[in-house]
T-cell receptor, first 108, second 116 residues
Framework: DAKTTQPNSMESNEEEPVHLPCNHS???????IHWYRQLPSQGPEYVIH???SNVNNRMASLAIAEDRKSSTLILHRATLRDAAVYYC?????????FGPGTRLSVLP | DTAVSQTPKYLVTQMGNDKSIKCEQN?????MYWYKQDSKKFLKIMFS???????INETVPNRFSPKSPDKAHLNLHINSLELGDSAVYFC???????????????FGEGSWLTVV
């Protein structure tokens, strides 16, 4: 079973910021938090990951709560191409366990 | 060049047939995976190989047999196909098997298998 909890779906307007939340209350102190997304009819692709500090890359920012029990993926300006299912995951044993993720719709 | 490539992209076959899906990665990674995504869109790991050695074998029928001729290839062979095997199968790879270290997994584009 997935160890994270995410909203089933979210909507955003184009050009506006999007904050995608994730709860991971059972995460251990050494587990990285990973975000992947899956565009329609494609394989999942890496978005960002972090351990304790907030992280930024060209795709997104990751804000990690101080107690590490939750995190938020931030898309600074949503585009139509960002419409996808976003997965928040961390390792379970030797591998990642993907939950149902959050389906993000971007409205023009 | 595609980092993780798998073939075929689409496969329609009859129940009872045997089929294979091939996967190759040109990233120089040590670890490769097979994931299955069913009609409900849940993505579940099936197998993981590290340097040609099997390290993860989830509860998968033994009709599914992975084969890794070298660390750049991980093929999936399925015997006696059943209707329930219809799904999208994703091959993936990562630098090492050390998931805890923050490894990134690179996925292929998927192979759509339909069993009729």
């Amino acid at each position: 079973d997935a160890k994270t909890t995410q909203p089933n779906s979210m909507e955003s307007n184009e050009e506006e910021p999007v904050h995608l939340p994730c709860n991971h209350s059972t995460i251990s102190g050494t587990d990285y938090i990973h975000w992947y997304r899956q565009l329609p009819s494609q394989g999942p692709e890496y978005v960002i990951h972090g351990l304790t500090s907030n992280v930024n890359n060209r795709m997104a920012s990751l804000a990690i709560a101080e107690d590490r029990k939750s995190s938020t993926l931030i898309l600074h300006r949503a585009t139509l191409r960002d419409a996808a299912v976003y997965y928040c995951i961390y390792n379970y044993g030797q591998n990642f366990v993907f939950g149902p993720g959050t389906r993000l719709s971007v409205l023009p | 060049d595609t980092a993780v490539s798998q073939t075929p992209k689409y496969l329609v076959t009859q129940m009872g047939n045997d089929k294979s899906i091939k996967c190759e990665q040109n990233l120089g990674h040590d670890t490769m995976y097979w994931y299955k995504q069913d009609s409900k869109k849940f993505l579940k790991i099936m197998f993981s190989y590290n340097n040609k050695e099997l390290i993860i074998n989830e509860t998968v029928p033994n009709r599914f047999s992975p084969k890794s001729p070298d660390k750049a290839h991980l093929n999936l062979h399925i015997n006696s196909l059943e209707l329930g095997d219809s799904a999208v199968y994703f091959c993936a790879s990562s630098q090492t098997a050390a998931v805890r270290s923050g490894n990134t997994i690179y996925f292929g584009e998927g192979s759509w298998l339909t069993v009729v």
